[in-house]
């Protein structure tokens, strides 16, 4: 069984909130901690995708062009790989200030994907490509 805190941390991400005990359980045993200092960059532009960060703690700015996107704690990073096969970053991720949070591969997230999990992401999806639609038509 899942850690109970991990659980509870996950229901507080947007993304996940409105999934079941069991659907958040099965997220949080595949869910690795990941911690990053001020600076460090968590996605290169140009390189393969292989999974989802979600931040717990701490800030990142998504650099894309000119435009910059501050993430905080609930915020997902990196979603759209999760989902394409030989997805290749567009945007910088640079940790703005020491982050925590949880990482998710690609290969463990395709071995639990259900009808629960799928329903969440894709609105959290569906409101990222909307701010991206926003960012590029400012150019």
Do not use: Y
């Amino acid at each position: 069984m899942a850690d109970q805190d991990r659980i509870a941390r996950l229901r507080d991400i947007p993304m996940f909130a409105t999934l079941s005990d069991a659907a958040l359980e099965r997220l949080a045993t595949i869910a690795s901690d990941f911690d990053a200092p001020a600076g460090q960059v968590l996605i290169q532009p140009d390189q393969p995708g292989s999974g989802l960060l979600i931040i717990t703690s701490g800030t990142a700015t998504v650099e894309l062009g000119r435009q910059t996107v501050e993430c905080g704690p609930g915020e997902c990073i990196g979603e759209l790989s999760l989902l394409i096969d030989d997805l290749v970053h567009v945007a910088r991720v640079r940790a703005t200030s020491n982050v925590t949070g949880f990482a998710i591969s690609r290969r463990d997230f395709d071995a639990l994907l259900d009808a629960d999990l799928a329903r969440g992401l894709l609105g959290v999806l569906a409101r990222r490509l909307v701010v991206t639609d926003r960012l590029l038509s400012e150019h």
